[in-house]
């Protein structure tokens, strides 16, 4: 097993004022990382990181937590990496491969406020700082029924909300994704769909669940900025929409945030969004998936499984609801 983060003086979001911004190339060295010579050599260059680095982290082994690792076969890497929903950079699965080189994700920081006791903005290096990595490997099932199985590299949101002291009236939390129009062409598109910043929520249960991560990448590397680089959710028991990347900004309120996909088709998208082979999208089934790798002649197409096959972590949470009213 490698090496884990070393974890030091918690910078908590009191003192990120005075916390001085460290480059992202000594977060690499300071934690114990090998930098690629490529990397140093862009980073020299002042070209704009596009994942690849190595992480240091926890493995994912079967005997962890129940629903942290699954022994389906992993989704081979280039299917997941260019295969993608990230409107900022278009709407075809290709687009935000090919342009999400344009987001500058250094320096990165995220902003917390609202029903916390210590609002704050912590940059990546230090809200990184405090945890120790860990691979979890998760199905990943979109509302558009294409479903993967990914190693994603994290940690779990609980412990990034908990530095921020969650006050008693928190009951939601809302997630931003940067929103730069200079580097991100999908939003400066006339046939731009979404009310810009895209806007994520969940419940504060469903937020602090160990199952909801926080993650810097997938398959042992930092994320590519088309996967959401450089710190995006993952909540695997909900459609993909709900994994809103690119964070900047987290909000912990009283009141259900409204989201970018219930604002543009609340019938389709609902805030839950639970995966639930018994509950169809309004155009289509739900009841199967297509696990990629996918193709025409081969749709390597399953049953899916209520809430992702997650059922036995997560159902609780949702115990007396009607899941097809709140969908
Ligand atoms: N900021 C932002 N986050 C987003 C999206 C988006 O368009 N913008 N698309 C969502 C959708 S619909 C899906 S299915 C997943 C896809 O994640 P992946 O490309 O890493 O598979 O990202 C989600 N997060
Ligand atoms: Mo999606």
Redesign the pocket.
């Known amino acids: 097993m490698r090496k884990r983060y070393q974890a030091p003086a918690i910078a908590s979001s009191e003192i990120t004022s005075e916390s001085t911004y460290l480059k992202r190339r000594e977060l690499i060295k300071a934690a114990g990382l090998a930098a690629l010579p490529a990397f140093a050599g862009s980073a020299l260059a002042g070209e704009k990181d596009t994942g690849g680095l190595p992480l240091d982290y926890k493995a994912a082994v079967e005997a962890g937590p129940a629903g942290f690792y699954t022994s389906e076969p992993q989704t081979p890497m280039a299917d997941?990496k260019d295969?993608?929903?990230?409107?900022?950079f278009g709407m075809d699965k290709g687009d935000?491969a090919r342009n999400a080189h344009e987001m500058t994700t250094d320096p990165w920081s995220i902003s917390v406020s609202g029903a916390v006791n210590k609002p704050g903005k912590l940059n990546l290096e230090d809200i990184l700082s405090g945890f120790d990595l860990e691979e979890r490997i998760y199905r990943?099932r979109?509302?558009?029924a294409w479903s993967?199985v990914v190693p994603w590299v994290g940690f779990p949101l609980s412990a990034l909300l908990e530095r921020f002291e969650p006050t008693n009236n928190a009951r939601f939390i809302e997630f931003r994704?940067l929103y730069r129009r200079s580097e991100m062409p999908g939003t400066r598109s006339f046939t731009s769909i979404?009310d810009w910043p895209?806007r994520e929520g969940l419940r504060m249960d469903e937020a602090m669940h160990p199952l909801t991560l926080m993650s810097v990448g997938m398959y042992g590397k930092t994320l590519a900025n088309?996967?959401?680089a450089p710190i995006?959710l993952v909540v695997p028991w909900k459609?993909?929409?709900k994994?809103?990347?690119?964070i900047v900004e987290i909000k912990v309120s009283e009141r259900q945030p409204a989201t970018s996909w219930e604002g543009l088709n609340p019938r389709e998208y609902g805030f839950y969004s639970n995966v639930n082979p018994e509950v169809d999208h309004p155009r289509w089934s739900q009841k199967f998936e297509r696990r990629l790798p996918s193709t025409l002649f081969k749709p390597n197409r399953i049953p899916t499984r209520k809430f992702n096959g997650y059922e036995e972590q997560v159902a609780g949470l949702y115990e007396g609801m009607d899941l097809r009213k709140f969908y």
């Open positions: 997941v295969y993608c929903n990230f409107y900022e935000p990943f979109c509302v558009e993967m994704t979404i895209y088309q996967n959401g995006r459609y993909g929409f994994s809103i990347k690119s």
